[in-house]
């Protein structure tokens, strides 16, 4: 009987050297760590720089990337020019319409106003495309 307790204990024994062992081998050192402390305060002032850049990017391609269907009107990214026009059109009311009430213009209608040229139409058939919607013909 004390020949089994001698093995149990001796095999407790050595998975606590196997533990520690691996825990050991977790541990880092004090170099280690002020090292991996630096990376990351490096990297803490490049995340803003990077952020711009990428914003830059983004706003590069459209600035109507960040629109929904529900977006109101009022808060659009639009030329003068282009909200003129659409306070112009009877079916669209600027401060409580959303961007979904854009698919009740048809492109022929918003040809028609007055001081809407291409470009004008190119800027609101633009916010239709990122919005996701459609105007009539």
Not at 19 to 27: L, R
Not at 33 to 45: D, G, H, P, V
Not at 96 to 114: F, N, P, Y
Request: proline share 2%; hydrophobic share 35%.
């Amino acid at each position: 009987m004390k020949v089994i307790k001698n093995s149990r204990i001796e095999s407790w024994n050595n998975r606590d050297a196997t533990k520690n062992y691996v825990m050991k081998k977790d541990i880092i050192t004090y170099c280690e760590f002020l090292e991996a402390l630096s990376t990351i305060r490096k990297f803490k002032k490049q995340v803003p720089h990077h952020y711009k850049e990428m914003e830059e990017e983004v706003n590069a391609i459209s600035k109507f990337v960040y629109i929904d269907k529900n977006t109101k009107i009022c808060q659009l990214p639009l030329s003068t020019r282009a909200l003129n026009v659409l306070k112009t059109v009877d079916s669209i009311d600027l401060l409580e319409g959303t961007t979904q009430d854009l698919a009740r213009i048809s492109l022929k209608e918003l040809l028609l106003t007055k001081n809407a040229g291409r470009r004008t139409v190119d800027e609101i058939k633009e916010l239709c495309l990122f919005a996701n919607l459609r105007m009539k013909p």
